[in-house]
């Protein structure tokens, strides 16, 4: 398989899309360990779990210190509430990006010299977020923005022992897709507005972090691999009123309605012209 003998560390691993990537690199063959701050609820099959915090250097650095060997880290611990910039202050946005940025840095620094020996890689799970605005969550898109920037400098620094590479992911339907989205009919409406017509599962995500981790991309490095079901589409194409089929298909019924009205109104004045030569 892709990953047979390789060891990998999955941050954030015990849920969600960190979950489907642990699940992706065990059925590809890895060992994996799954570092978190609590265990997942439900065992992954096939891997080992570690507690940990990623943001606590010391022990991060305990931890990499501790492993035999290192083969791929995928930074994917990371996330944020919706939190508008003028509702919190500026300490609060701070530990998003510590967690989405900083911590990422911290454990690729206390990974390198594993990754460095056994030649292998880094896979940074980066966000649309870090692409676009971002409201609601505007310091978890800085970071993401960062971490992408950061991946890329990596690349170049660390080349040839080391690969780093970003997952640039879009909506993916977790278990906390409720969160974002609300409940069934908002994930429904919300996945209508990509182009292939769904939102990612993590099992999508996971088979994208294997590509990059295994040797069918070792001329891959400093790359961003967007897995985004095509994006989303611009706002502005549905709000124009020309070449639009949403918009003729309105004026269509605008002119279907205005037919109707205008016969009404013709067999009114019929009625009335009728009901005149009457009196007459």
Known sequence: MELDGKVAVVTGGTRGVGAGIARSF????????????RPPEVPLPRTGFMALDVRDCDAVRE???????????????????????AQADAERHA???????????????????????????VVMIGSVSGSRPS????????????????????AVEWAPEVRVNTLVVGM?????????????????????????????QPADVGAAAVFLASDASAYISGASL???????R????????????????????NNKNADHKNADN???????????????
């Open 26 to 37: 065990a059925r590809a063959g890895a060992e994996v360990i799954v570092v978190a701050r």
């Open 63 to 85: 931890f990499f210190a501790g492993l035999p060997r290192l083969d791929v880290l995928v930074n994917n611990a990371g996330g944020a509430p919706y939190r508008p910039l």
């Open 95 to 121: 530990r998003v990006i510590e967690l989405n940025l900083l911590a990422p840095l911290t454990v690729s620094l206390a990974a390198h010299e594993h990754l460095r020996r056994a030649r292998g890689s």
């Open 135 to 154: 409201p609601g969550s505007a310091a978890y898109g800085a970071a993401k923005a960062g971490l992408e920037n950061l991946a890329r400098s990596m």
């Open 172 to 200: 993916v339907h977790t278990e906390l897709a409720h969160l974002h989205y609300g409940g069934a009919e908002g994930v429904e409406a919300v996945a209508r507005t990509v182009p292939l017509g769904r939102l990612a």
């Open 226 to 232: 967007l897995v985004h079901g095509g994006g989303e």
């Open 234 to 253: 611009p706002a502005f194409l549905d709000a124009a009123t020309a070449n639009n089929k949403n918009a003729d298909h309105k004026n269509a019924d």
């Open 266 to 280: 013709n067999k009114n004045a019929d009625n009335n012209k009728n009901a005149d030569h009457k009196k007459e």
